[in-house]
């Protein structure tokens, strides 16, 4: 099986540099990244978090080859980002898995377009549906699906192609918490046995810290890298490491990073002074912790 | 199809306790036999589609009503305002339906009709549909088409007959003209909104996984338009049936509509009913086909 044969981990660089994208308006160009610099190794698992509207899904997007970069380079292994290609797979978070085609004809379209014939085809499908137990549900269509199951077929349909990296647009966004714990396992899972290389979009600091090796942590718009973060726990992860004191320890580091950043994005600096006049109990804390 | 299925199935379960009077159950289960489990079934059957039959029951009582209405309504030749006077009885029509069903005449009006139904309705899917895709896929197409079409479509096809007559080398030509006019706008506005509805993060989707223009065109647009495409058959159908009728009434030589009012010069006042009749059922079958045809085509759509 060709398709999931590993990657040597030479492959599957993803190099963005001095990244800056903007867009015209009546009142001018509105910038909504500038000079923002990642590297993703080959095999490595790295995520970005940040605000909302900080830009993450616009630097994902860049990577994926559906926005151009007002200024900067997207490459990856060197060759640079023209158009979206079947060399990296990517997973939204609307599932998006064509409801007029079975579990079976989602995961072989990518073959198909490759012009795979049938049987190969059909062949390398049902391998990839049975290590990620959905052999049983190969004839159903994704309208008969629950999301996590619909998020493993995306999943394993952006993997088909063989890409040399992975995007990923907060794939479990629209889980409950607990079909994400499970997601997040079967995720990690997969990558350590493709050893393909990672760009994970989320707003999910937990999931963000539980599943990367590296994170990037944004400003509010116009997004930049505010901090790049070593993710030092050992693999295989657990479960049970999410209580660790190493892994609260990052935890509150990120999330202090990022709640600046939010308050930022939500309308500049707020005034706790402002609030003295006001009667509102904050238990003796200041609006900045309440919130 | 499947959740729906299964939700049935926990339905059934739960019915005898539910449902059926606590005592009931019991019993049934101590006797455990075959006609017993045949009613158990049977009873179950009954309870899941008692809304079915409901409405099957509500309506083929309301058909009998409207039935008995018209009777009466004819039998005392009433006159309220409107004049049921020259009216046909129910009676009188089926009298006048056996007739015709020993009439070949009358079927050669039935299938002319049809077969201009066929050839007018089939012209404009094929035209409308691709027209549609194109139209809906490429900007420049758009603006050329839209100002073109935006404005002939406002024109029933009815005010197109003495244009057609003029266009047209034979009546048969322009009769079928006319009913392609008919359905093909709505199938190609349907087509177009079907187009604009198509979800961008598929299109994107199908990009990420190696797909070219065509390969989009072809996997994603087509069918994610399908329902819709279908939609504007469904009405395009209903539309050409009425451009057929009226065409057939004021140039026609033969067909339905043609039958219905030479009815109405001959003085043959059953026949109009007939020939409306017949008009309703032939309409409520090509519809159904097509409905039919769009499951067939569509098996992942529940509806």
């Known amino acids: ?291 | 199809m499947e959740s729906i299925a299964l939700r049935r199935e926990q339905q059934t379960a739960a019915e005898p306790a539910t449902g059926a009077e606590p005592s009931y159950a019991p019993t049934v289960q101590s006797q455990g036999g075959a006609p017993p489990q045949f009613a158990l079934y049977l009873r179950r059957w009954l309870a899941l589609n008692r809304s079915g039959l409901r409405a099957v029951l509500i309506g083929a009582i309301s058909l009998a009503l409207f039935l008995l209405a018209w009777h009466l309504l004819t039998e005392y030749r009433v006159v309220f305002f409107v004049r049921f006077t020259n009216v046909p009885s129910p009676s009188a029509v089926y009298e006048s339906l056996t007739r015709a069903m020993h009439d070949s005449t009358f079927f050669m009006h039935v299938i002319l009709s049809c077969r201009r139904i066929l050839f007018g309705f089939s012209l404009a899917a094929l035209i409308a549909v691709p027209l549609g895709l194109v139209m809906g896929r490429f900007r420049l197409a758009h603006e050329i088409l839209f100002p073109i079409t935006e404005v002939l479509r406002p024109i029933p096809a009815i005010a197109w007959v003495p244009m057609a007559i003029m266009l047209w080398p034979t009546n048969e030509q322009s009769i079928i003209y006319i009913t392609f006019l008919g359905s093909f706008f709505p199938i190609l506005v349907n087509t177009l909104h079907g187009m604009s509805l198509v979800d961008p993060v598929l299109v994107r989707a199908a990009q990420c996984l190696g797909a070219r223009e065509m390969s989009i065109f072809r996997e994603v647009y087509f069918p994610a338009s399908l329902p819709h495409i279908f939609t504007g058959l469904t009405v395009g159908m209903g539309v050409a049936w009425v451009s057929l009728i009226a065409a057939e009434m004021i140039s026609g030589q033969f067909g339905i509509g043609y039958f219905t009012w030479e009815a109405y010069s001959l003085v043959q006042y059953a026949d109009i009913a007939l020939g409306m009749i017949c008009i309703g059922v032939l309409g409520l079958g090509s519809s159904a086909l097509i409905r039919g045809f769009g499951r067939l085509v569509m098996p992942w759509s529940r509806t």
């Not at chain 1, 963005?16 to 000079?35: I, K, R, W």
Request: aromatic share 6%.
């Open chain 1, 1 to 291: 099986m060709s398709v999931m044969t590993p990657d040597p981990p030479s492959k599957g660089r993803i190099d963005v540099d001095n990244f800056a994208l903007s867009y015209d308006t009546l009142e001018g160009p509105v910038e909504a990244v500038c000079n923002a610099s990642i590297h993703v190794n080959p095999g490595e698992f790295v995520s970005i978090v940040g605000p909302s509207g900080c830009g993450k899904s616009t630097l994902l997007n860049a990577v994926a080859g559906f926005l151009k970069p007002t200024k900067g380079g997207v490459t990856v292994d060197g060759e640079a980002v023209d158009g979206p290609g079947a060399d990296r797979g990517m997973v939204f978070q609307q599932y998006s898995l064509f409801p007029w085609k079975t579990v079976k004809g989602n995961v072989e379209f990518g073959l198909k377009m490759k012009h795979l014939d049938k049987s190969s085809r059909d062949r390398a499908a049902r391998t990839l549906l049975g290590l990620a137990g959905l052999t049983a549900f190969e004839n159903k269509y994704p309208d008969s699906l629950s999301g996590g199951m619909k998020q493993r077929v995306g999943i394993v349909r952006a993997l088909a192609t063989g890409p040399k990296v992975l995007l990923l647009d907060e794939p479990f966004g629209a889980l409950d918490a607990q079909t994400r714990v499970i997601m997040q396992q079967i995720l990690t899972n997969m990558w350590q046995r493709l050893k393909i290389s990672v760009l994970f979009v989320t707003h999910d600091i937990d999931e963000a810290i539980f599943l990367s090796d590296r994170v990037y942590c944004m400003t509010a718009r116009p997004g930049a890298i505010k901090a790049e973060i070593t993710i030092p726990l050992e693999r295989p992860r657990h479960q049970s490491m999410m209580m660790s004191s190493e892994f609260l320890g990052l935890r509150r580091g990120l999330m202090s990073l990022i709640r600046e950043e939010s308050i930022k994005a939500m309308g500049g600096e707020l005034n706790d002074l402002a609030l003295d006049g006001l009667s509102i109990d904050l238990h003796g804390q200041s609006l900045a912790d309440v919130l």
